[in-house]
């Protein structure tokens, strides 16, 4: 899969809870992120237009 840069602001306490999950999972926080991503376009695939 190809990969985008792509540059944003998220809520510090919520992303050192990411990093520190990474850390016990052994896992990317990027990893997490995009995993948490896709989660939310699973849950709201039957609400698009």
């Known amino acids: 899969m190809a990969r985008k840069n ?3 602001t998220l809520d510090e306490d919520l992303y050192k ?3 520190i999950l990474a850390i ?3 896992k990317n926080a ?3 992120l ?3 991503m ?3 376009l699973d ?3 039957d609400n698009q237009a």
């Open 6 to 8: 792509i540059n944003t």
């Open 17 to 19: 809870k990411i990093k």
């Open 24 to 26: 016990e999972l052994n």
């Open 30 to 32: 990027n990893d997490l």
């Open 34 to 36: 995009e995993e948490g």
């Open 38 to 40: 896709e989660y939310i």
């Open 43 to 45: 849950k709201y695939k």
